[in-house]
């Protein structure tokens, strides 16, 4: 079993990155970013998250990466380069060419969860200006071996449990 950390759109947000890492750093095996920190990839509130760039980043980070924890496949993006605000469409096209199981993003500041032809879409929403909630949060994935167990949190480190989902996603 794994755990997965997943926060966006922190936009020049130090302090709180480095609490959810110190936070969390025993209990998590993989911290994601999914952009627009707006840091510089050498700081070190950043430091120990696999980050990728969004549209308010400077450089320094790819704009999407992939990687595996616990026979799970990430495919990680902002997802300004995809239109998520619009449609998870062209996002899902290419977590099927990479073939991911779960697919990362932010830009839209808005917290989401679904599982659409196998692939689980997370958005953690974002620590700095959410967006449809009130709410500043991110999301723990527990990986199990059938199913992907969801938690939320809100920045001061309370699980919002009425958000908790557990989604039924074999191995492929």
């Known amino acids: 079993m794994s755990k997965v950390l997943v926060v966006s759109d922190s936009h020049g947000l130090t302090k709180e990155l480095e609490v959810l890492r110190e936070r969390h750093l025993n ?7 999914c952009g627009d920190s707006e840091l510089m990839a050498d700081d070190k509130a950043i430091n120990g998250y696999l980050t990728v760039m969004g549209n308010c980043d400077f450089g320094g ?3 999407e990466t992939t990687t595996e924890i616990a026979g799970r ?3 990680i993006t902002h997802g300004h380069k ?29 917290l989401g969860a679904e599982v659409i032809g196998g692939t689980l879409y ?8 959410p967006r449809e909630r009130y709410e500043k949060t991110y999301v723990i ?3 199990l071996e059938e199913k992907i167990k969801m938690s939320v949190y809100d920045i001061r480190g ?3 449990k009425e958000l908790a989902f557990e989604f039924v996603l074999p191995k492929k």
Do not use: W
């Not at 209990?27 to 970013?33: G, K, R, S, T």
């Not at 060419?97 to 500041?109: L, N, P, Q, T």
């Open 27 to 33: 209990e998590v095996d993989l911290m994601i970013h």
């Open 61 to 63: 980070y790819p704009l």
């Open 73 to 75: 496949k990430f495919f």
């Open 82 to 110: 995809y239109s998520v605000k619009t449609s998870l469409m062209n996002l899902k096209y290419k977590a099927a060419e990479v073939g991911a199981d779960i697919a990362c993003f932010g830009h839209s500041h808005v």
């Open 122 to 129: 997370l958005n953690p929403g974002s620590i700095r200006m």
């Open 141 to 143: 994935l527990d990986l």
């Open 158 to 160: 309370q699980e919002l």
